[in-house]
């Protein structure tokens, strides 16, 4: 299918780990070595990911940071994994759904929820422990060309593959996440609507200001024969400056303050409540764009307000205000 850009297996397996200090319920994930599509194997903050070949007889295994801190485990010492089966009933079925790992690597995604939830080892490892043959696998994680086009892409796969196999968007595995972005999107056209509003005030009563201070200068314009478009055009083009000096300030400010949070992650979130521990970052031009564009239109209307009072000032009452 064209629409596939890249494609790897991978072995699932629920299971407990433990340690003697601590136990823990996880699912472990058997992969690829340098499998490109999981994320946990490119944000190893201690040690290293887990390679076919190791040094002893041990599979390595990668945990997150929250799941080592509940083991009370660091990299390089060994847990114990275990796994329920429906048919276990004697002390040997226990024996045979033990395995040990050795922990090579902790990993922190930064979405802490479901760092929790997970464990890595190599995909050989993970067969064995599930009690697979070499060439079976639980599924395969599938990167498409478009991520709007996930849940079609999906449902085509689908198509191809039918019952009992079966294709599941990132949107329909992780339902809750995907929910809580959209949730908290709705508010960003009313905080920015806001945000312009007031500032297109600003631009009036700043305006209007002008205008007081300059009444008598305004009145000897007119009364040297300047006319009301010339008068409205001065106040037109001072509020086009005042506003085009602002988004120009502001696309950069924003601009820089959302690289620097991009790439440093400055404003830290509560991993717990929020599933991660950095505000995420998207930067987009079109965005920089479409606000820009909605600011000098609002202010541009804004400016007509004072421009047209200014271009209505009588220069004898004018002179009379100087």
Sequence with gaps: MPEIRALAPYVEQECVLRTPSGIS???????????????????????????????DSLPGLIISKGVAKDLHTEVGKSVIAFRFHEGMRSREDILSHLKKFRVVGIFETGMTEYDNGLAYTTLDAAQNFAGYSPTQVSGFRVMGRDLDQARMLSKDISKVIRYPYYA???????????????????????????????????????????????????????SLGAQDSGIAKIFLTEGMVITLSGVLIGNVIGFAVSWLQLHFHFFKLRSDIYFMSSVPISIEWEHYVIVSLIAIVISLFATLIPARIASRVRPLTALKFG
Excluded: C, H
């Excluded at 490109?36 to 490119?42: D, E, G, Q, R, Y």
């Excluded at 960003?188 to 609507?193: E, F, H, K, S, V």
């Design 168 to 222: 599941q968007s990132v949107y329909d595995i992780y339902p809750t996440i995907f929910g809580w972005i959209e949730l908290q999107k709705k508010p960003i056209p009313i905080i920015l609507g806001l945000i312009i509003i007031v500032a297109a005030f600003n631009i009036i009563s700043t305006l209007l200001i002008m205008v007081i201070e300059k009444t008598k200068t305004i009145g000897v314009l007119k």
């Design 25 to 55: 319920g996880i699912v472990l994930q058997g992969v690829l070595p340098g499998d490109s599509l999981t994320l946990a194997l490119k944000r190893v903050i201690k040690g290293s990911a887990p390679a076919s070949q190791t040094t």
